[in-house]
């Protein structure tokens, strides 16, 4: 079909879209000399100018583009999502393009494009398919918003229910630390703490960062964070903050799950979200707390390192106000039968491995 929409481009009653827009009456030739202008000056294309200066819709253009084409123009708020067609398509690749796919037959994929024209993506559909794709046009703003509202009701819950399943399970455990790995058609979640890394659940699907930090915020769970991208994924770790408790003294380490929640003003080295006291800053800021997610050769007063950060001497820096105990089996522990130290002068940390 792409083939036969180029051969109208090509013959002799192709008309271009200022012609077409004037002759439907969506313009005045008042208008279109200021789109001309406008395109001129910014090179941007002419439907684009003139939608900009606010004289007609990306609908408008679309409505008249399919009729310039002979192919039909779809309402889009009136489809019914194909929700298992829309979960072979990686999410981006739908959005980006506005890009809906409507249906499958033994030998075609249906679609609506905002752009009818986009050979790129449709022949990347064709090839990934081995199918001929009929093409319909519609309004690429809505085809947006109704990819990425279908695409939360599709895999958004999975996330939020493994993200709740995992932070029940790491309740009391030394796995203070959630990572996610986003790809084009997964999302790896893996956690860490004392120096072991275990990965816990793969979800199909394509996830964005946002996606995670919504599904933080459905739990009502505030974190620090890190975020790092390479070209095929993105890489968020996150540190849910969740523990009161009253420190005996600083500096501090903490390291069980939910690490240490307070409502002072403080800083960090990681990022913010869903703490309204807590600020990004890359050192430690005289008078204030000073959360350090990673180890660093900063003044060791004032601060709270989660325990895979702390100093190799942190012991003797902080002169005693906390105490971190190791029990035979090798892991943090509180007292227990195989530690019972005689006294200790602060709370010591609940840090089991188990999982």
Not at 143 to 150: R, S, V
Not at 206 to 211: G, K, L, M, N, Q
Not at 270 to 291: I, R, T
């Amino acid at each position: 079909m792409f083939e036969e929409l180029l051969e109208k481009m090509m013959s002799n009653k192709w008309k271009d879209i200022g012609t077409l827009l004037l002759e439907y009456g969506l313009i005045i030739d008042k208008d279109l000399k200021e789109g001309i202008k406008l395109q001129k000056e910014t090179g941007l294309r002419l439907g684009e100018a003139l939608v900009k200066l606010g004289k007609i819709s990306m609908e408008d253009i679309d409505w008249v583009l399919s009729k310039q084409l002979d192919i039909p123009f779809v309402i889009v708020e009136d489809i019914t999502p194909n929700y298992e067609l829309l979960s072979r398509f990686h999410k981006e690749f739908l959005i980006e393009n506005k890009i809906l796919p409507l249906y499958e037959t033994d030998d075609q994929i249906s679609i609506v494009a905002e752009d009818p024209l986009n050979k790129p993506a449709i022949a990347f559909i064709e090839e990934s398919f081995s199918k001929k794709v009929n093409i319909s046009t519609g309004s690429g703003r809505k085809i947006k918003e109704l990819l990425i509202n279908t695409f939360k009701e599709i895999v958004f819950p999975e996330l939020v229910s493994a993200l709740e399943d995992i932070t029940d399970r790491v309740k009391k455990t030394s796995f203070y630390r959630i990572d996610f790995s986003l790809g084009e058609q997964s999302c790896i979640i893996n956690i860490f703490g004392l120096g072991i890394l275990k990965n816990v659940a793969t979800i199909k699907g394509t996830f964005s960062t946002d996606d995670v930090f919504t599904a933080f915020n459905e739990l009502n769970i505030p974190f620090l964070y890190d975020h790092a991208r390479s070209e095929k994924r993105d890489f968020i770790v996150t540190y849910p903050l969740l523990n009161r408790f009253d420190l005996k003294g600083l500096p501090a380490v903490v390291g069980e799950y939910g690490l240490f929640l307070h409502d002072d003003i403080s800083f960090t080295d990681a990022y913010a979200h869903g703490l309204s006291c807590f600020f990004h800053f890359d050192g430690p800021v005289n008078g204030y707390k000073y959360f350090l997610t990673r180890k660093s050769a900063a003044d060791f007063k004032n601060s709270i390192y989660v325990i895979d950060a702390a100093p190799a001497d942190f012991n003797r820096m902080s002169q005693g106000s906390v105490q971190i105990t190791l029990n035979r089996k090798g892991v943090w522990a509180p007292y227990s039968e195989s530690y019972q130290p005689k006294s200790s002068p602060c709370r010591t940390w609940d840090c089991l491995i188990k999982f």
